[in-house]
């Protein structure tokens, strides 16, 4: 693959595309200036403005006597906005939760201090989030995947840091990653190939993924050709912007460490988790760790473990470390799988892999008469926040076969079939699927870019059943399906059984990631949902630092929650369109679109944050 360049972008910032047609030409501006590579589209955008071109794609709101009384209650309609001043250039990578001067005050013992640690309301920030200097739209996936404009990330110490393990080098403006990684410096293509000659990787059977401590999730990363979908997490620790990288690459990941806090995701999530020399004490702690793998691991799945222990006779001297120290790690690993009825598939090279039994009445019997302490918990989804324990989730029943993906994605998913989610039917899924497609194909007159492959990260606020993301499911994008944890469903469960990812949620708080990780955000009754829960504008300015400029906003409510919306987001740098239902404008649920203007960090802002 030829290295791509970059053209100077300061043509890019001269240059303000004003919306004078409606938001549609907004889109197809962008969408032709992204096409036509970086800042080469300016003189288009300013051929249109002057033009005026006409777009009848987003008609105007229609207030019609159905609904023109409860504009007029609203309060303030027409006054101005407040206006939200920048950050200081200082915060452009700023993490709320994982704030590194904030992590410091916190025990070293067990990673506490790399697990979530909010700001308290009066050290929350209200200003904007600024973009470095020269920042530029990612590479469009999959040339993505192997490269990284340097002035989006500018950190260069992984580059010597890893230099021999092949994860990333540094290439005049933009950071190349061949695919290597600690355990595959050979490339990640064939360290799979070597995990699919045990696993089902190429039939359907594994969709979802848990890579813990991924580094810069190239396991990932390659993944996604095989179409396989892993959720990776690491650390915001010295292994500076590594999650960062992940997500400029286009590969699904958080800020996320295993230490004394459940991992914020539903029992039997997973089909397959992995570990490459992630580092985790996996036989300390009673074993606490591969009983939370256990947990987030449906019956059935695999683990894959590489690097030390695994293998240690023939490597202890590669690692420089005491084969007696060596040989104790890997006997509690033994043990602990043992214990939760694991069956260890292969050993070989340093890659061990175990699968997790679909017995669970005979798994159950053997735990008993061993005397395990299994958790009292009688909710395994009950994750958001809550201490792991020492104990050992009762394996649930097996309903009903979970069809290869992309089956899955349709197919009524087990939870469901079995009754397990209160108030839904396999009916009520079915039309909720229906629903959510013709809500998408709306999206997509409003938006033409939706399917170019434009919008790579995608994260739904608000996922429900996931119909969102498997209505717009392609190839070239992924959807981070987040429920939040006020929801009156906890369908997380179901998401990850369609062959989706996901993630447990509140959004009165931060989320884990990194600012300008999501180049889409769909927001589907999120604020009538949080409506005197917290404050409208902190969920706002959350999504304004983790949307890329230039990103998108589809929120989807009640029209007087749209129309307070769209006042905040009037003084946050964004452009705005408020569009009427798809069934017409009798309809009170409404569509703002929205779009994050481009705009970097000013070394003189005046904020005083």
């Not at 006997?331 to 009825?341: G, N, Q, W």
């Not at 409003?446 to 190839?475: C, E, T, V």
Request: aromatic share 10%; hydrophobic share 35%; charged share 25%.
């Amino acid at each position: 693959m030829a290295k791509p360049s970059l053209a100077d972008s300061r043509t890019r910032r001269s240059v303000q595309i004003f919306i004078v047609a409606g938001l549609c030409c907004f889109f197809y501006v962008l969408g032709s200036w992204q096409q036509s590579g970086f800042g080469k589209g300016d003189g288009l955008a300013l051929e249109v403005t002057k033009k005026g071109v006409e777009c009848d794609i987003v008609p105007n709101l229609s207030f019609d006597s159905h609904h023109g009384g409860e504009v007029s209650k609203i309060d303030g309609v027409d006054s101005k906005p407040k206006v939200f001043k920048p950050c200081k250039a200082r915060y452009t990578d700023y993490t709320p939760c994982h704030d590194q001067k904030r992590a410091m005050s916190f025990s070293r013992d067990n990673m506490i201090y790399r697990e979530r640690h909010c700001p308290r309301e009066e050290e929350k920030l209200h200003c904007l989030i600024p973009a470095p200097k020269g920042y530029v739209t990612p590479f469009p996936w999959p040339k993505s995947r192997d490269y990284v404009p340097y002035a989006n990330a500018p950190y260069k110490s992984l580059t010597v840091e890893k230099a021999i393990q092949n994860w990333i080098q540094y290439e005049g403006n933009v950071f190349r990653f061949p695919g290597g990684g600690t355990q595959f410096p050979q490339g990640a293509d064939k360290y799979i190939d070597q995990i699919a000659s045990v696993i089902p990787i190429e039939n359907g059977t594994v969709r979802t993924a848990l890579d813990t401590g991924c580094g810069v999730a190239s396991w990932g990363a390659y993944l996604w050709s095989r179409n396989v979908i892993a959720m990776s997490f690491a650390p915001r620790d010295s292994h500076e912007a590594q999650v960062q990288f992940a997500l400029e690459r286009g590969v699904p990941a958080i800020i996320g460490v295993l230490g004394t806090i459940k991992l914020p995701y539903p029992s039997a999530a997973f089909d397959m988790a992995h570990c490459s020399r992630c580092l985790i004490p996996w036989g300390s702690n009673g074993g606490i760790y591969m009983m939370e793998v256990d947990r987030v691991l449906r019956p059935g799945g695999y683990w894959v473990l590489s690097g030390p222990p695994i293998h240690w006779k023939v490597h202890y001297k590669a690692w420089q470390r005491p084969k007696e120290d060596l040989e104790e790690e890997q006997r509690k690993i033994e043990e602990v799988a043992k214990l939760l009825c694991w069956e260890k598939k292969t050993e070989e090279h340093e890659i061990a892999v175990w699968q997790k039994t679909i017995d669970s009445e005979t798994c159950r019997s053997r735990q008993e008469d061993s005397g395990v302490k299994f958790c009292e918990s009688t909710d395994a989804n009950d994750a958001w926040n809550k201490k792991m324990e020492a104990c050992v989730t009762r394996n649930p029943k097996v309903h009903g076969d979970l069809k290869p993906f992309p089956q899955r994605l349709y197919a009524v998913p087990p939870k469901i079939a079995s009754g397990s989610v209160p108030g839904i039917s396999a009916e009520t899924y079915q039309d909720d699927s229906k629903k959510w497609k013709k809500h998408v194909t709306a999206y997509k007159k409003i938006n033409k870019l939706l399917d170019s492959g434009r919008y790579r990260n995608i994260m739904d606020m608000n996922a429900g059943l996931g119909s969102f993301a498997a209505a717009i499911q392609s190839p070239k994008l992924w959807v981070m399906n987040v429920v939040p944890t006020i929801a009156d469903k906890h369908t997380l469960g179901v998401i990850y059984q369609r062959g989706l990812i996901g993630i447990y949620h509140d959004w009165c708080e931060a989320f884990s990631t990194y600012p300008r990780t999501y180049d889409l955000i769909h927001s589907n009754g999120l604020f009538s949902l949080y409506k005197d829960k917290c404050n409208i504008e902190d969920i706002l300015l959350e999504m304004d630092r983790i949307l890329r400029p230039e990103g998108a906003v589809i929120f989807r409510d009640e029209v007087d929650i749209l129309i307070k919306v769209k006042k905040i987001v009037g003084g946050m740098r964004w452009d705005t369109k408020l569009v009427d239902h798809e069934d017409g404008p009798l309809v009170p649920e409404k569509i703002l679109v929205a779009v994050k203007q481009y705009w970097v960090a000013d070394t003189n802002a005046t904020s005083t944050q």
